[in-house]
């Protein structure tokens, strides 16, 4: 069975992920991440084609005749410098876009997107003879500035590799770690960032007479700006209009010539979305216009990204196999979109007259114990409790959330290549949520945390043998070349660098220098990982998390004010976004297994239900 090669696998994904994490690039600069996707994929047998769209790696995996499915993950780190302590936490550091030396972190969980996406194409290669169909695995850069997917479509990704039935993707964040949260329809906002120079004249602060004052002006926009959402846009509509950055200035005493404003905006539909954009213009030229400002002001579209609109029915089918594998208390409907963003839709091709149906989903990263600990009562109240995506103290609890990753876009798949009956088996359930004897299962809604009770799931499915003449993991060879990958883009001298093979034990030993210099016992190989964690990870930080950017995603801060429309809710208006609208839119002679074992017979509590939003 195909799930089975879940454990087989595992270990590989875990060590690729650590060293992804170690080693974080920023967007459109993931030469060393490419590099690594591309090697795995090829020595997995994929068709390997690399630089689409900047970085981006394009795999594919032709199996006779069937569907074509799309799995997308993307690859960027953020310019943030982690402090969540853990033995393999990002020291990395790089240049920026503007040229200045920033520290770099996988805030985001793009690390475990890729890392899941390997192992999804490395175990769906190994396990052809159980579906039929073309596998299509994209790993894309830049998603934080929402430029990736656009850049890879504009690379002729579809004309040139092939045109995907269904496009599928996965997004870690703050929910328990290995909950999978689905949504029929919208799922996340549209967005967008403007910045805005509006010019005065200048002079002696002594004589503002004398000048037409920028400050004023940026002020009065800032207020002006508050009464959009309020006073322009519908009570039943989500938007949101956040005023992220203002600039002026050098001193008291001088008025300057004039101000900066960066703008962020978020809706789940079009007509909102223009509706803020033009009273964001509006005001903007008014209150120049009102203060006598010598010029026009310049209004500029940084960044924009359309709403992600999953289509329902194959959500639907989608989220049917998650609930048939990991089981129904594990797989829940969102009810509301989130004011996140993505450029994933982008793939889904929005305005074309023959849109792509994608689906897109969450998947849960916090630690049980972190959840149960948090404050609050409800699963809103916790989110904004724990560390979140773009935090630097967003650190997801490593095996549950891999596995569950690895599983969830390996079952995606399996949903449209065929002969997946057989195939999807819950035997695989209780690994993604296994949680520590020492923790109390995390107690939804405030509820007294369920005692452990009898294990209602299968026990763990055996591990499919791999034969010895194909080995399921292909073995490292640093000096083979990209076959297929005559694309460019990936540099030479970051070829090798994979670390598909690398010894996770040397990983976390390279790390933990220093750290482990009182019981380092002179190596850490034998070490426990569980046992490195629980020493070095520090306390659930109490810090909240941090504002969401523009590509910021899943469920943050405090509950959306506007409700989803409700089922079979009629268009917005005719035109405009809605649920049934969407945006027109080798061999692997030494694997390197990660040496710490599950402890056996510990089955996991399972808390029923477990988690309710
Ligand atoms: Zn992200
Ligand atoms: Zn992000």
Redesign the pocket.
């Known amino acids: 069975m195909v799930m089975r090669l879940v454990d087989e696998i595992f270990p590989l994904v875990e060590g690729f992920y650590v060293d992804l994490h170690k080693n974080p690039e920023l967007s459109h600069a993931e030469y060393r991440t490419a590099n690594s996707v591309a090697e795995w994929l090829t020595r997995t047998g994929f068709e390997v084609h690399t630089g689409v769209g900047g970085t981006g790696v394009v795999g594919i995996l032709r199996n006779g005749d069937g569907p074509t499915v799309m799995l997308r993950a ?1 690859m960027d780190a953020l310019p943030m410098e982690e402090k969540t302590g853990l033995p393999y936490a990002s020291t990395a550091r790089g240049t920026d876009a503007e040229g200045g030396e920033v520290p770099i972190m996988h805030a ?3 690390d475990a997107h890729t890392a899941c996406l390997v192992g999804a194409a490395d175990l769906l290669a190994e396990a052809r003879d159980h579906w039929r169909g073309t596998l299509m695995v994209v790993a894309q850069p830049a ?2 500035t929402i430029e990736g997917a656009a850049a890879m479509v504009a690379d002729g990704l579809y004309p040139r590799f092939g045109r995907p039935d269904v496009v599928l993707g996965q ?1 870690i964040g703050p929910q328990p770690a290995g909950m999978v949260t689905h949504r029929e329809g919208v799922l996340m906002a549209a967005s967008e960032a403007t910045s805005v120079r509006v010019f005065g004249s200048g002079g002696h602060a002594s004589r503002p007479d004398a000048t037409v004052d920028p400050v004023v002006i940026a002020a009065n926009i800032i207020t002006r700006l508050q009464t959009v959402v309020a006073r322009e846009i519908s009570p039943s509509e989500m938007a949101v209009v956040t005023v992220g950055m203002v600039r002026a200035g050098t001193k008291s005493n001088i008025i300057p010539d004039e101000a900066y404003l960066e703008i962020n905006t978020r809706a789940l539909n079009t007509l909102v979305a223009d509706r803020l954009r033009t009273a964001i213009e509006r005001i903007v030229r008014a209150e120049a216009a009102a203060s006598g400002a010598p010029r026009e002001p310049e209004i500029t579209v940084m960044q924009q990204a359309g709403v992600t609109a999953n289509d329902p029915d194959h959500t639907h089918d989608v989220a049917a196999a998650h609930r048939a594998y990991f089981g129904d208390g594990y797989v829940i409907d969102l009810p509301e979109p989130v004011t996140g963003s ?1 450029d994933f839709g982008v793939f889904g091709l929005p305005g074309d007259p023959d849109p792509i149906p994608y689906v897109y989903w969450f998947v849960g990263a916090t630690p049980h114990d972190v959840w149960a600990a948090a404050p609050g009562d409800t699963p809103y109240e916790k989110l904004a409790g724990v560390p979140s ?1 773009h935090s630097p103290f967003f650190a997801p609890d490593r095996e549950p959330t891999l596995r569950a990753g690895l599983a969830a876009l390996t079952i995606g798949a399996l949903t449209y290549l065929g002969r997946a009956e057989d195939d999807i088996v819950p035997t695989g359930a209780q690994q993604a949520f296994q949680v520590d004897g020492a923790q109390r299962p995390f107690a939804p809604d405030g509820a007294p945390a369920h005692e452990p009770s009898a294990p209602t799931v299968a026990e763990p499915a055996p591990v499919a043998a791999a034969e010895p003449s194909a080995p399921l993991v292909p073995s490292i060879a640093p000096e083979s070349g990209l076959e297929g990958g005559t694309d460019g883009g990936v540099p030479d001298e970051n070829i090798g660098e994979s670390t598909q093979s690398a010894d996770m034990d040397a990983l976390l030993e390279e790390t933990g220098e220093g750290r482990h210099q009182e019981d380092a016992e002179g190596s850490t190989r034998q070490a426990n990982m569980a046992q490195l964690l629980a020493d070095e990870a520090p306390a659930p930080s109490p810090a909240p998390p941090q504002g969401a950017p523009v ?3 899943p469920p943050q801060g405090a509950p959306i004010s506007a409700p989803p429309p409700p089922p079979g809710a009629t268009p917005y208006v005719p035109g405009t976004y809605a649920p049934d609208d969407r945006p027109a839119s080798g061999d692997a002679s030494e694997p390197q297994p990660y040496e710490q074992q599950p402890e056996p017979g510990q089955d996991p509590p399972r808390e029923e239900p477990p988690f309710r939003l």
Do not use: F, L, V
């Open positions: 993307d985001c969980g793009h998603e934080e997004h993505e995506n590509a910021a995603p």
